[in-house]
């Protein structure tokens, strides 16, 4: 892990905020859903991005009546 030297307070409803460089360098939009992972003592944030329910790919995922499929697997379900 890179260490950036920012530090933020928990306010009194439990929330952080992302400094604006972190959200620019990682492309986090207002409102964009993000992940939380917990590795030991560590909290680890993560852009969410939807993968495929096939296959687990999280590649050119495309939105298919509100499911995510990959190119592959949809090539794939053309061909049967």
């Known amino acids: 892990m890179k260490a950036t030297g920012i530090v933020r307070r928990v306010d009194q409803l439990g929330r952080v905020v992302l400094p604006v460089e972190l959200r620019k ?3 986090i939009k207002k409102e964009d859903p993000l992940e939380i992972y917990v590795d030991g003592d560590t909290i680890l944030l993560k852009k969410y ?3 495929c329910i096939f296959c ?3 590649k ?3 939105r298919i009546y509100d ?3 990959c190119e592959d697997c949809l090539s794939e379900m053309k061909n049967l």
Do not use: L, Q, R, S
Request: aromatic content about 6%.
């Open 25 to 27: 360098t990682f492309d």
């Open 49 to 51: 991005e939807p993968a």
């Open 56 to 58: 687990g790919n999280a």
């Open 60 to 62: 050119n995922v495309k």
């Open 67 to 69: 499911k995510a499929v």
